[in-house]
């Protein structure tokens, strides 16, 4: 299953995305595959998936760091419903936070920078600034999950790519 999974996959600037699952007719072995990295998923027009566990530098994700998220204006995920970014456990669970807040997206109220860019902090403290855009992550080892509902063109041509999240501290 791994190995199916591993061929699937493709990895830009540390997110990591599966195409070809929930497409009906696939091989039970790619139907294995994805069922287990992307469980319940939907077809790619329908919803497009997007994983990290590493930063920039390849480093794994922990909670003893502070990330951000950088999206140049104009640039969140294209879609023609919304885009919602979530971090979990390893396992892929939600965990409780002291913000209350499981998941940031389209939907969020975010500061921007002076830019017009959008920073979000991946961090398990509150940032010293623009706390509306801090996702908390949860304690050890996390994942970062982006997903864009009806995604648009660029996401479906592959030419629009996740920014990769950098290490800030």
Request: charged share 15%; net charge positive.
């Amino acid at each position: 299953m791994n190995v199916v999974g591993r061929t699937l996959t493709t990895t830009v600037n540390g997110w990591s995305s599966i195409r070809q699952c929930g497409q009906p007719g696939n091989g039970i072995l790619v139907r294995a595959a994805c069922a287990k990295a992307l469980p319940a998923v939907n077809v790619f027009e329908e919803a497009a998936y997007w994983t990290s566990t590493t930063d920039a530098s390849g480093q794994r994700l922990n909670s003893s760091h502070d990330y951000v998220l950088h999206f140049p204006a104009g640039q969140f995920p294209p879609n023609d419903a919304f885009w919602t970014l979530t971090a979990t456990d390893m396992v892929g669970y939600m965990v409780n936070n002291p913000a209350n807040r499981l998941g940031i997206g389209s939907r969020s109220t975010l500061a921007k920078n002076p830019d017009g860019s959008t920073d979000i902090h991946l961090q398990s403290k509150a940032p010293d600034r623009h706390a509306e855009n801090w996702l908390p992550t949860p304690s050890g080892n996390f994942k970062l999950m982006l997903r864009a509902y009806l995604p648009g063109a660029a996401i479906l041509d592959g030419s629009y790519q996740v920014p990769h999240v950098a290490r800030t501290q």
